[in-house]
């Protein structure tokens, strides 16, 4: 089973910076990584799927790159709205699942 | 525009069922899936299973193949989630989303989801 690993756990950053968040697999999972964005008390939303591709309305300050076992979502120019935990998720044909990293909090410094 | 309702909050005590809806609207109902998550208070999120809109197939994660079964209605173009054999540690927010017609693709959008409260 492909495990995800997310760091940092926590990632304070100042509006207007940038915020680096990774997403680490335990073999290579070619381009099949999405990446979702969780709200304090609100569903996860799709952000990015296949790597890179930012899903419908997502703003472009939202961008995701990497491959294989290595991936990153990049958030250039933070925005207040954007404190949320951040959550990886790759799906698996055998065993079948869909299977979530550890998820990385962002808040403002 | 693509919406999932689900049905509303439950407490249980432990050995009981739970039975979880999703009704949606927006799409046509045979071209999706869902996948079920589930979220434990402060934790984050695990995958159950899937259930294709179209053939009714299902694909179930091994911790949780002998206590749930995933169904549908697509005349009410709803999803179903059924839980038995509760315990306190199935206390968490389920959610449904809509996934891939066949076992491809990604999941999006998400039901507001479902809190489950088990507790004698």
């Known amino acids: 089973e492909i495990v995800l690993t997310q760091s940092p756990a926590t990632l304070s950053v100042s509006p207007g910076e940038r915020a680096t968040l990774s997403c680490r697999t335990s073999q290579s999972v070619y381009n099949d990584l999405v990446w979702f964005q969780q709200k304090p008390g609100q569903a996860p939303r799709l952000l990015i799927y296949?790597?890179?591709k930012r899903a419908t309305g997502i703003p472009a300050r939202f961008s995701g790159s990497g491959s294989e076992t290595d991936f990153t979502l990049t958030i250039t120019g933070l925005e207040p709205e954007d404190v949320a935990v951040y959550y990886c998720?790759?799906?698996?044909?055998?065993?079948?699942?869909?299977?979530f990293g550890g998820g990385t909090k962002v808040d403002i410094k | 525009h693509v919406q999932l309702v689900q049905s509303g909050a439950e407490v249980k005590k432990p050995g009981a069922s739970v039975k979880v809806s999703c009704k949606a609207s927006g799409y046509t109902f045979s071209n999706f899936g869902f996948s079920w998550v589930r979220q434990a208070p402060g934790q984050g999120l695990e995958w159950m299973g899937w259930?294709?809109?179209?053939?009714?197939?299902?694909k179930y994660a091994p911790k949780f193949q002998d206590r749930i079964t995933l169904t549908t209605d697509t005349s009410a173009s709803t999803a179903y989630m059924d839980m038995r054999s509760l315990k306190s540690d199935d206390t968490a927010v389920y959610y449904c989303?809509?996934?891939?017609?066949?076992?491809?693709?990604?999941?999006?959008?998400w039901g507001p989801g479902t809190l489950v409260t088990v507790s004698s």
């Open positions: 296949d790597t890179s």
């Open positions: 259930i294709s809109g179209y053939s009714g197939d299902t």
């Open positions: 989303a809509r996934d891939g017609r066949k076992w491809y693709g990604w999941v999006d959008p």
């Open positions: 998720q790759h799906r698996s044909n055998w065993p079948p699942g869909l299977t």
